[in-house]
């Protein structure tokens, strides 16, 4: 958990000591501070793009690029399972929604495909997929990396790498506060693209400006994720472990060999049992309803790079038979 990394604290600790608490001022005033742009230097160099924007909150990464990319498109296709950042952000573009079966030649021209890379179930998104209909229809891509930036890809990049896309077009956005453990959003395209963003979107410029200690305390986080490989490499082995721990104990899991996060499910009474078992036992895991999971609750287990076997032990026995 990079949030309790003691580089990450520090680096915030510092941040404070220099900056103070707040940017005090939108990114278009005075709020734009050093440590800001640093942190959108690196991002774009990991990620591979030409630039970089960074927004108050990851809810809002969404809304900056599908608004600022609207009035280039005639409709906007969105993939199931999307988050409620997503549909909103959908919603503020008045372009009318198609899915993603109607995303084929002859039936949709310059569409705006919208999905997340990682769902919160662990699913990746058929991105090579998308990016061909995208391609095949005059379109463009949006992918959100909220739950992939750090987790998915030979880099940590994310899951536009880990489906071998290179297409400087495609449009990335995310979130600081998963696996970089802070706070916040960004946004990441090509040059002109992020220029045009900072020049017009009012999700950017009408926001005060990321606090400068989450600021710092993502680049740490980012310079561990880079610096650290292996980390990645046990987070997989874990969720590998946990999964087979799981699915010997009879839930039903899913089989995504990559993703922290594990979804299990048995039937409603019994994963409601072993929900409440848990939190009395002191184990953080959801317990995921209605609407996200209409085929009945499912149990939210996220793997992390500092689990060991001796805490699944702890788990197991902690969830009634």
Request: hydrophobic share 45%.
């Amino acid at each position: 958990d990079l949030s309790r990394h003691p580089a990450v604290i520090e680096a915030a600790q510092r941040a404070i000591a220099e900056y103070g608490v707040s940017a005090t001022a939108s990114p278009r005033t005075s709020g734009h501070l050093a440590i800001h742009e640093q942190l959108e230097r690196a991002l774009a160099e990991f990620l591979g793009k030409g630039d970089v924007v960074l927004v108050a909150a990851g809810y809002l990464a969404p809304l900056a690029a599908l608004t600022t990319l609207s009035a280039d498109h005639d409709v906007v296709v969105v993939a199931p399972q999307s988050h409620a950042a997503i549909a909103d952000a959908v919603v503020a573009t008045g372009l009318p929604p198609r899915s993603m079966g109607e995303c084929r030649p002859g039936t949709v021209t310059r569409p705006l495909l919208v999905t997340a890379g990682l769902d919160w179930s662990g699913q990746v998104a058929p991105l090579q997929d998308y990016w061909r209909r995208s391609q095949a229809t005059g379109g463009r891509l949006v992918v959100d990396e909220a739950h992939a930036t750090g987790i998915l890809g030979p880099q940590g990049r994310g899951s536009v790498e880990w489906a071998g896309i290179e297409d400087p077009e495609v449009v990335l956005t995310g979130s600081l506060a998963k696996a970089l453990g802070a706070a916040g959003g960004f946004v990441a395209g090509t040059d002109a693209f992020i220029r045009r963003l900072r020049g017009a979107n009012r999700s950017y410029a009408a926001a005060t400006a990321l606090a400068p200690a989450l600021a710092a305390a993502a680049l740490a986080a980012l310079r561990i994720v880079q610096r650290e490989p292996e980390r990645r490499a046990r987070l997989h082995e874990n969720a590998t472990a946990l999964r087979q721990r799981l699915r010997a104990r009879g839930l039903s899991v899913t089989d995504e060999a990559g993703p922290s996060v594990v979804p299990a499910r048995f039937d409603p009474e019994l994963t409601r049992r072993i929900h409440e078992s848990l939190r009395a036992s002191g184990f953080l895991v959801s317990l995921i309803g209605s609407p996200y999971a209409p085929d009945g609750p499912r149990l939210r287990f996220v793997a992390k790079a500092g689990h060991t076997e001796a805490d699944y032990d702890r788990l197991l026995s902690a969830m009634p038979r």
